[in-house]
């Protein structure tokens, strides 16, 4: 298994409140992304980034913010939670260029409750 | 905006049996298809990919299909077993300054009873 790490594995929080998720690697990949899973719409795409301090945003990027200051880690935050923003949390990351294109390693999820 | 969708949220197998799960996508500049399976409380795990210019390519007790001409891409699992049980999904990449931007289908749960 890739080694990366998620934490904290769940939260419960309450609307108006900070969330930070973390997501550590142990690969050096370069890249590195933040989906959410929600039913019905499969994974969706947060912010993703391709090496300290560049990142960029993705499909549903709206209320999250996200920083990458070294290789090993990238950071989600909610600034401000909303009970939309509940749901699982997955960090994936990969490989430079040379991989295969899209094999994405997926860490373990973190499931977020905003009440 | 374009996405990939599947035909059947969910299927039902008895052991042994090979299993077929359907996918269509959309978006006609794709160039990259893969394969994940999800088990309950796991993040998604690779099975399979293709590129769009193959139509098949096999894996081991897996074979993925590629027909371009309806944009229609399907997942055969041989003699499922068990352990297959999870659910799967197809994903889609553009490729180029895509890399690693993914959009996933919605998922098809496969049961495989014993």
């Known amino acids: 298994d890739a080694g990366i790490t998620q934490s904290p594995r769940h939260k419960v929080t309450e609307t108006g409140t900070p969330v930070t998720l973390r997501c550590h690697q142990t690969?050096?990949?370069?890249?590195m992304y933040w989906y959410r899973q929600d039913p019905g719409h499969g994974l969706r795409l947060i912010h993703y980034?391709?090496?300290?301090?560049?990142?960029d945003k993705g499909e549903v990027s709206d209320g999250y913010s996200v920083s990458r200051s070294k290789t090993e880690d990238f950071l989600l935050t909610l600034e401000s939670a909303t009970s939309s923003q509940t749901s699982v949390y997955f960090c994936?990351?990969?490989?430079?260029?040379?991989?295969?294109?899209?094999?994405?390693?997926f860490g373990e999820g973190s499931r977020l409750t905003v009440l | 905006g374009e996405s990939v969708g599947l035909h059947l949220p969910t299927l039902s197998v008895q052991e042994g049996d090979n299993s077929i799960i359907n996918c269509a996508y959309s978006?006609?500049?794709?160039?990259?298809f893969i394969w994940y399976k999800q088990e309950s409380g796991k993040g998604p795990q690779f099975i399979i990919d293709?590129?769009?210019?193959?139509d098949k390519r096999q894996g081991q007790r897996v074979t993925v299909l590629l027909n371009k001409t309806v944009k229609h891409l399907s997942l055969q699992i041989a003699a499922t077993q068990p352990g297959d049980s999870a659910v799967y999904f197809c994903a889609e990449n553009a490729g180029g300054t895509s890399y690693g931007k993914l959009t996933f289908g919605q998922g098809t749960i496969l049961t495989v009873h014993p």
């Open positions: 293709i590129r769009s210019n193959m």
């Open positions: 980034s391709y090496g300290v301090k560049d990142t």
């Open positions: 978006n006609s500049a794709s160039d990259y």
């Open positions: 994936a990351i990969s490989e430079s260029v040379g991989s295969r294109t899209g094999e994405l390693f």
């Open positions: 690969e050096n990949h370069r890249y």
